[in-house]
């Protein structure tokens, strides 16, 4: 269930609801990005608060979280360079990033992972010491790791 909560200067008055005292309803739909958004029935008494979504996504953020296991970066800290190792549920094209505490991406790089136990090499890159995140993701979702650069 999803609960949004909206504040707005427009109508100062406290405890003000506006289905309530206005009539006004708002709907809110919820799609996967590979899915069209379905219309809304307002009709036959499917206009209640809560419209359930009969359809679900293929690949979610909990399953890439929950796809990607062990991710480990030997060693951390590094200097050099280092190996990142984890296992997949999934297999495709992932994106490995590392950020500054900011989020700027400071380097990217594609890996092909495979249903199984998978590594790669992480280069320090001319990267200043200080600590950085390690992002992998398949655009529906991502895990991340803090490594160190000395």
């Known amino acids: 269930m999803i609960w949004a909560s909206a504040t707005t200067d ?13 009539g006004v309803r708002y709907y809110i739909r919820v799609a996967c990005p590979s899915q069209s958004c379905p219309d809304i029935d307002t009709i036959g008494g499917k206009d209640s608060l809560y419209i359930p979504y009969p359809s679900t996504c293929d690949v979610g953020i909990d399953q890439v979280s929950g796809a ?27 994106t490995l990033k590392m950020m500054d505490l900011l989020g700027e991406v400071v380097s990217t790089k594609e890996i092909n992972v495979v249903h199984a136990s998978n590594q790669t090499t992480i280069e320090r890159n001319g990267l200043s010491s200080g600590m950085y995140l390690l992002s992998i993701s398949n655009g529906a979702g991502s895990v991340t790791r803090k490594v160190v650069i000395y």
């Open 68 to 94: 990607l296991s062990n991710v480990s970066v030997q060693p951390n800290p590094f200097s050099s360079n280092a190996i990142v190792t984890f296992n997949s549920n999934i297999e495709g094209t992932f």
């Open 10 to 22: 427009i109508v100062p008055i406290n405890n003000f609801n506006l289905e309530r005292d206005l």
